[in-house]
């Protein structure tokens, strides 16, 4: 296991009717709020009035951003700051899925900072003073609820870009399954998916000596099996949703990704069909994650396969590793396609023409570095395999 400092400041306040600690939780931090939301989900649900009701009966004053977009644009970041400048805005409260958080999360970043936006997601170091972040999620998916990171898409010039800052971990989180029980199939299956691979990411690496998040990582798998299935075919399943939502926060909050090394490959390759596609992003890693497996199974990397197809598919052990191996593979690509995702590139309208300069700009020099070392022909290789 290698060093790590732990810091995984975000207060969860998790389950049903947590939303009652709301003003008490806020007015740590100020009493002037932006609320930042997405296309009106949270009214169709009945959150929106729940929320405004307690602020108004706290004497909580606070003024809104509407419309924030599935992978958020640079140009609504910038008219958040110049709400939260013109009203004094003291607290960030994001209410919705990760596009709303990452959003929110660079306004609160871009409020004292002098210069363009964009810069804090090109250059995270240009991060200093983040407003005070408080998240009431509806969608268990990113993680965003609990990590540093933020997605901010400029479409004009195809970019989708990943910052990150200790300071824009959420300081509150409040995590009650029970608002998401309105998030349709798709985006259940999606949510799903993107929690899986953001394990993944972390779960195949070559650090030795890493059982406590080896094992976690693994029982975070079965759970997202189990109860994704579950979700999908009852939305309402409380514990399905409690259990989706919880791993959402454990798969990116750093505790089983600390003391391990392995750079991210599925993202930022995922990152660049958005960013010419405007897809949901848990569908793009759906498509690519099993491509990805098969492209990554050689004899290095065997053991580690095996021990995912042992541990979470419950394949028997007794079986040779590299049949293991693809048998967990093909079980991974069928639960995608079970959940109801598109299993290639083409069906969700990517043309074959743009692969290659997707590839290009997907490519990371930590590639070297990676589970399965990828150069840019490899990548391409693997969209290729995934159209
Ligand atoms: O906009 P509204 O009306 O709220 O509708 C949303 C949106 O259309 C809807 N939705 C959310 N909660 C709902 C609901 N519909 C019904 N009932 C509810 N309770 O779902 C749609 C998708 O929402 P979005 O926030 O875009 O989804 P998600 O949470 O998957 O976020 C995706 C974004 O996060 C980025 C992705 O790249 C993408 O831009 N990521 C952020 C990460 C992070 N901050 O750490 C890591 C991830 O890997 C990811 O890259
Ligand atoms: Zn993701």
Not at 52 to 68: F, H, P, R
Not at 83 to 108: P, Q
Not at 109 to 130: C, M, Q, R, S
Not at 201 to 211: A, I, P, Q, R, S
Request: glycine share 8%; net charge negative.
């Amino acid at each position: 296991m290698e060093n790590f400092n732990y810091s995984i400041p975000t207060k969860v306040y998790f389950g049903k009717g947590q939303i009652k600690k709301l003003a008490t939780v806020i007015k740590e931090y100020g009493n002037k709020v932006l609320i930042a939301y997405g296309g009106g989900s949270i009214k169709k649900i009945g959150l929106y009035n729940e929320m405004i009701k307690i602020l108004d009966d706290n004497s909580v004053t606070y003024v809104e951003l509407s419309g924030i977009e599935p992978n958020p644009r640079i140009e609504t970041v910038r008219k958040g700051i110049e709400i939260c400048r013109e009203n004094n805005v003291e607290v960030v409260l994001a209410v919705g899925g990760g596009s709303t958080i990452d959003c929110a999360k660079v306004i609160a970043a871009g409020v004292k900072y002098e210069g363009d936006a964009w810069d804090l997601v090109t250059n995270p170091e240009k991060i200093n003073e983040v407003l005070p972040i408080v998240t009431i999620l509806t969608l268990s998916a990113t993680g965003s609820e609990m990590d540093r990171h933020a997605v901010i898409s400029d479409m004009s010039i195809n970019q989708k870009i990943g910052t990150g800052h200790e300071n824009m971990k959420p300081k509150v989180s409040i995590l009650d399954p029970e608002y998401t029980y309105s998030v349709p199939k798709n985006q259940t299956a999606a949510g799903t998916a993107d929690i899986m691979s953001h394990i993944f990411e972390t779960y195949f690496n070559h650090t030795k000596g890493v059982d406590i998040q080896d094992s976690t990582a693994e029982g975070l798998l079965r759970a997202c099996i189990k109860y994704g299935k579950i979700a999908i075919e009852n939305p309402k399943d409380y514990d399905a949703r409690a259990n989706l939502m919880w791993a959402s926060s454990w798969a990116i909050n750093g505790l089983i990704s600390y003391g391990t090394s392995s750079p991210w490959v599925v993202h930022p390759m995922e990152h660049e069909l958005s960013a010419f596609y405007d897809i949901t992003h848990g569908v793009g890693l759906a498509i690519l994650t099993p491509y990805w497996m098969r492209y990554s199974l050689d004899e290095f990397t065997v053991y580690k396969f095996a021990q995912y197809g042992v541990n979470v598919w419950g394949i028997d052990k007794g079986l040779d590793e590299f049949e293991i191996a693809n048998k967990a593979i093909e079980k991974t690509a069928e639960f995608f396609k079970d959940l109801g995702i598109p299993g290639t590139l083409g069906e969700v309208g990517i043309e074959e023409d743009k692969l290659e300069i997707m590839a290009k700009k997907a490519m990371n020099p930590y590639f070297k570095y990676a589970f399965k070392p990828l150069e840019e022909k490899d990548v391409l290789n693997i969209f290729k395999a995934a159209f």
